[in-house]
């Protein structure tokens, strides 16, 4: 690499620069998770020399014994890396994402009578691909500060960048775009509602597709996750911009993007059920434990067939043809057949939409009460939802500080509905399992029966504990405050 070979090539000061290098190169393997968490913090994981080292942006390295580590942290044997990755994301598991060789060197300043001064242990990485970047950590000895700061100099001065401000993954990865679950769309006041339909749309057809080969794969239960988000959010545009495409059209591209989601709802349910494993025998006593263990077999049972199923479809030729038809038709926009609202301004539809949504909201929620029906509770969720997508979709043209100020509430009123919500659909699908369960062992199926049974009690007493906290939340998210920043933002100020 050039830069090494600048930083020792000549004295720095009145100091000579002399390199010692390692013999031997090693294998190393970097990690992260498939959004890049620890590159968005940049923060480096690397296994070398059966060791599993963790470079924090600050230059504090940690170290522990290595293993295979593509697992998720909390299966991760203990130790400082361990702990220090405790932040990540749970539902994440850790994935090589590069592999290559390392040479190690050390780097020494020595004055005339070959007495050190300062230090820098440099690692040179190597990826398969043919990228290479170095990592210089540099050392200072007590009386010496002078010869440090020169070291610095000299480092900076070959192109070094501290890593909290640098990107080690995109040296090594240059052609690898980061994962965004969120893309930054860049809704502009002028621009006109088809075009921000189009682009929202077109922008996450890609999201959905990154996550096809996790799916796959069965990497972890987030691809299936952020796919059925991205394929949720292209749905939303499609029924809240009314009029923006022809009707038609409209109904044709619900239809298509619905046979899309249809086939990962089921798997998504196990997911679910699996992950919430331990939360469900927390919520009944020990002596019915054994009726949930042979249930949660069935689903795991169940589970890896309906994942074998989704695979087979995402790697189809009809699936690819299709996804990839609804791409080409999004990205040349050419076929889009244009609406009698295409035309009216991105701004002003979305103030539209989005009060028109607000005081849905508000007219629901002022109504809930203990009597009121689970159905309408459900749809003043759906209802949050809908707002929610909204104002991601159009933040850009408002405010941020004042529009940060709603998202907030809602979000907070959002996962209140969701557990109520949640808590309603398991007592459903309980239910729906215990009347289609078949089992040879009338013994065993009593004890499914019973264990179940208590669940669904303990579930629908958590459920109207959760009702009782909606109308809390939704006078939070409704204060006065909030009211006049909604007219404010979106209905000129007016009542």
Known sequence: ??????????????LAAVLTQAEETATFTLYDTFDQSLRRARRV??????????????????????????QFVADMTDGPVKHALSDLPALRRLMAICTGQMRLSDLALMDDEEKTQARAS????????????????????????????????????????????????????????????????????????????????????????????????DIDTEFLHDYRIALRKIRSVLSLFKGVYAEDQTQQLKARFSALMAPTGRLRDLDVYLLEKGDFYALVPDSLHGGLDRMFAMFA???????????????????????????????????????????????????????????????????????????????????????????????????KSEFKSLIKPLKRL??????????????????EFLNGLETQNRAEGLEIAQSVGALIAVLHQRQLTERAKVVESFAR????ETQKTFRNLFHGGKE
């Open 1 to 14: 690499m050039d830069a090494i070979d600048d930083l020792y090539a000549s004295p720095i000061g009145k």
């Open 45 to 70: 994981l690397i296994e070398f020399d059966d060791r599993l080292e963790l470079w924090e942006p600050d230059g504090t390295t940690l170290s522990q014994q290595a293993e295979h580590c593509e």
């Open 122 to 217: 440099l690692c040179l990485l190597y990826a398969d691909d043919g990228a290479s970047t170095a990592v210089a950590t540099l050392q200072g000895l007590r009386g010496y500060d002078k010869a440090l700061a020169q070291l610095a100099d000299r480092t900076r001065a070959c192109g070094g960048t501290p890593l909290e401000k640098g990107d080690l993954h995109a040296q090594l990865l240059p052609d690898q775009a980061p994962y965004v679950a969120k893309p930054d769309i860049g809704v502009g006041k002028t621009e006109k509602t088809f075009d921000a339909a189009t682009d929202i749309i077109a922008a996450y057809i890609p999201v959905a597709r990154q996550n096809e080969p996790g799916i796959v794969s």
């Open 301 to 399: 049972a169940e589970r890896q067939e309906a994942q074998k199923s989704l695979s087979s479809h995402l790697r189809s030729k009809s699936y690819e043809a299709e996804i990839g038809k609804l791409a080409r038709l999004f990205d040349s926009r050419k076929r889009l057949k244009r609406g009698p609202n295409a035309d009216l301004p991105a701004y002003d539809f979305a103030c539209k939409l989005i009060w028109k949504r607000y005081r849905k909201i508000c007219k629901i929620a002022a109504g809930i009460n203990a009597e009121t029906e689970d159905e309408e509770v459900h749809q003043l969720r759906i209802h949050c939802k809908k707002l929610r997508y909204l104002m991601e979709f159009f933040g850009p043209v408002f405010p």
């Open 414 to 431: 959002q996962d209140n509905l969701g557990l109520f919500n949640d808590y309603s659909v398991q007592q459903d699908s309980l239910r």
């Open 477 to 480: 998210f409704n204060s006065r």
